[in-house]
């Protein structure tokens, strides 16, 4: 299959990592994989933040980027979520329905990475080798918003050498919540706090999750802190393999391309 | 707000409980840092959700009825003024007094006209959110008139002069042996032996509370349902001081939002199996009291009910934010708010707090005196997955975020970065201007992997708890490019 890959504008400019991954990830599995490069954002924080008018022309460009693609993969529950729940809504009450209805069709293609592997290729098992002991957070928008359920589960149970540790209270947010973790710093740090206590019970030497941005808001806690538990995308622990993987990770890439 | 609501009143400022004095984050910077209340907060929020979990996992056709639920309320709201009138008619037939109030003053002048006619000097209540809103306690006592709470969180709340924080359960945040230390310092005649046995405290409430139920001539109550086509008033409560309160005065005034309608006595068939499953956790409601009216020789002579749309009206005219009205005030959503959980529920400001007060009071009061509510949310969803009417409290709060932006008259710091991000987010090629010149942050971090963590703000909301990792010298989409010719 012919894939595009929404890298998010997070992930591209921050994290580039986790999008080298993704793509590494489904040419393994056999995929040709295309970058529009086009692309930048969904309009997920524009939309969150209470700027839903100037979220229509990022809509606009992610409906042009993408246009023609047979399906769309992004690394991020969140922003796949609001391709499916917001973009065609804020397009709408802009006036614009005829990018509205483009935008509703390319969501109807477009698929978190989890729900791609599981639900569209089929695959658990994708052949990955990562010999870590390993704790799972299902963030808030693929727990409730696109309910991956226990997809990123089953494909992390199916990964060699890995030591998967359950994650107490783990449908509890993690205190990222986008412009929230500024706006409400304090609030946001007491809940990322809890999380980070949870997540130092397990003893886990990694804690992944299938967002980019609430890791990088659970790491840059346990960094702060010191912990030694860093923080590590699903997309690159699937892509890690006896061959590919690297011992030191941090906040260096998992795969060495 | 927008053009929408011009012309239609929201709640008055000066009177009631819907504004708080400070924003949001201000007001919880206090709470996060009282490790007591966040122990008692998170021990209570913590064992309510389990119990509610157990109830609603056994009701095999769970989802039906919530369905159900949200589907009663959206009809009836799309015809709530012939509901409304309906209910007048079948409450005067049975010998009843309706009285419309516009706002919380008015109501509240209502409810004193009321109780002066009858000459008593003080007045029994049943836990009821609509007189908290309105502020009704406050306009007695100024009028003379004592007003008694009778529920025991309330009366905690009451006796040690303290603002409930929780819907349903208004002492939330205060464990036993607080409350045990109100009760000895407030309660006339107590037994100075009381421990805080939670046992030995239901019956100091109890007997406290004996005294002025026998005494009581007036009774002030709130209503959970009021069903149209019979007249039929319903109170749902846990604790039988409010049966207490509703069958022993002479005169029973009932205060409650015109949202509170329900068209038919079926309709009760759905909601009194959603609200304690929903609410305490139990299967079936302990004490739900029904009147019609008055019956000669049982029970309150005398009724009124006080209809109060103290910016209800408003409400309904949003096409998004009129779902905030099907509320049932149950709970489960502050319950299970990761949010309300650690800021508690007076940071909130209003009575009604967690994530439906975050949806409800700037509806209430008109979005900018309220302003920083909607964005007291971390926007997890677990509300919406809780919620028996299955109200999409997520959706709300992100549709208000947008009618305070485009209600704001002069141009933020904010609003000018976001409209200058949205011009580089369509537009690809200043978007990788953009990338490259967030890019140059690595600079600043002089080889290490993380940012420094003295960041000018904004950036310094989330530096100082929280590393920033340095950003790569390319992005993908340009190695990507650069590397497979694009
Ligand atoms: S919004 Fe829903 S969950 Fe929250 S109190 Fe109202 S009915 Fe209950």
Redesign the interface.
């Known amino acids: 299959m012919r894939v595009a890959l929404f890298a998010t504008c997070l992930v591209d400019t921050m994290v580039p990592q986790v999008a080298w991954a993704t793509a590494a990830l489904l040419e393994r599995l056999g995929h040709e994989v295309v970058v529009p490069a086009g692309q930048s954002c969904c309009g997920q924080m524009h939309v969150n933040t209470g700027y839903r008018r100037e979220a229509v022309p990022i809509v606009a460009n992610h409906v042009r980027a993408f246009a023609g693609a047979e399906a769309i993969v992004a690394p991020s529950g969140s922003c796949v979520a609001s391709i499916h729940h917001q973009q065609a809504a804020v397009a709408r009450r802009a006036g614009e329905h005829a990018l509205a209805d483009e935008a509703a069709a390319l969501a109807e293609r477009t698929y978190e990475l989890s729900q791609f592997l599981v639900d569209v290729l089929g695959v658990t098992d994708v052949g990955a080798y990562y010999p870590h002991r390993v704790t799972y957070h299902p963030t808030c928008h693929s727990l409730r918003l696109l309910r991956v359920g226990d997809r990123p589960l089953q494909l992390l149970r199916a990964v060699r050498g890995l030591d998967l540790v359950e994650l107490p209270a783990a449908d509890q947010c993690c205190g990222f919540g986008g412009t929230f973790a500024v706006k409400n710093a304090e609030t946001s740090t007491a809940m990322l706090t809890d999380k980070m206590a949870n997540v130092l019970s397990t003893h886990a030497e990694v804690c992944t999750a299938g967002d980019a941005s609430c890791l990088m808001h659970i790491g840059g806690g346990l960094s702060r802190l010191r912990s030694g538990t860093r923080t590590v995308h699903l997309a690159e622990i699937l892509a890690a393999t006896e061959e590919a993987v690297s011992p030191h990770q941090s906040t260096r890439p998992a795969v060495a391309r | 707000m927008t053009a929408v609501f011009l012309g239609i009143p929201t709640a008055p400022r000066g009177v009631g409980h819907l504004r708080g004095d400070r924003s ?2 201000d007001a ?2 206090d709470s ?1 840092r009282d490790g007591q209340l ?1 122990a008692n907060l998170g021990h209570a929020t913590a064992t309510i959700r389990g119990k509610r979990a157990a109830v609603v996992g056994e009701v095999p056709d769970w989802a039906e009825l919530r369905e159900a639920g949200r589907a009663i309320k959206a009809a009836t709201m799309a015809r709530l003024d012939e509901h409304l009138i309906a209910l007048e008619e079948q409450v005067t037939a049975r010998g009843g007094t309706v009285h419309w109030a516009r706002d919380a003053t008015e109501a509240n002048a209502i409810v004193t006209r009321l109780v002066r006619a009858t000459g008593a000097d003080e007045v029994v209540k049943v836990k009821s959110m609509a007189t908290q809103e309105i502020g009704l306690n406050e306009a007695l006592e100024a009028a003379g008139i004592a007003a008694h709470e009778t529920d025991l969180a309330e009366l905690i709340v009451q006796l040690g002069e303290d603002q409930p924080s929780h819907i349903l359960v208004p002492a939330i945040h205060k464990n036993r042996a607080e409350i045990r230390e109100i009760f000895l310092r407030e309660m006339p005649g107590v037994d100075p032996t009381l421990t805080d046995d939670p046992r030995r405290l239901a019956m100091a409430a109890r007997a406290h509370l004996r005294e002025r139920f026998l005494r009581a001539r007036v009774a002030i109550s709130g209503a959970n349902f009021a069903v149209a086509e019979t007249g039929t008033l319903a109170v749902v409560e846990s604790e039988g001081n409010g049966r207490m309160c509703l069958t022993l005065p002479e005169t029973l005034i009932t205060v409650m939002g015109i949202e509170k309608v329900v068209p038919t006595w079926r309709d009760l068939e759905v909601f009194l199996q959603l609200l304690p499953r929903s609410s305490t956790g139990e299967r079936m409601n302990p004490y739900t009291s029904l009147w019609a009216g008055v019956t000669p020789g049982d029970g309150p002579q005398e009724f009124h009910l006080v209809l109060v749309d103290n910016g209800r009206t408003a409400v309904l005219a949003d096409e998004v934010g009129r779902e905030a009205l099907h509320c049932i005030r149950c709970s489960a959503c502050l319950n299970v708010c ?2 309300y959980e ?2 508690g529920g007076h940071a909130y400001g209003s009575v009604y707090p967690g994530p439906i007060g975050a949806v409800l009071s700037p509806q209430l009061t008109g979005i900018e005196d309220n302003a920083s509510l ?9 509300c ?2 809780v919620c028996p009417v299955a109200i999409d409290i997520p959706s709300i709060l ?1 549709h208000l ?6 209600a704001q008259a002069r141009t933020t710091p ?2 000018v970065a ?2 200058a ?8 090629r200043l ?1 990788r201007l953009a ?1 490259r010149a ?2 140059l942050g690595r600079f600043l971090a002089r080889g290490r ?2 940012l420094p ?1 003295a960041l000018p703000p ?1 950036a310094s ?2 530096t ?9 010298r ?4 340009q ?3 650069r590397e ?1 010719g ?1």
């Open positions: 949001f984050p919880a910077r996060l966040r990761p949010v650690r800021a909607p964005y007291a949310s971390s926007l997890c969803g677990a919406y997955d992100v975020r947008g009618e305070h932006v485009e904010e609003a976001f409209r991000l949205s011009r580089a987010m369509s537009n690809p978007w990338q967030a890019g992997p993380t963590a904004p909301g989330w100082r708890t929280r590393d920033l990792p340095t950003p790569p390319e992005t993908f989409t190695a990507w490019a497979h694009g």
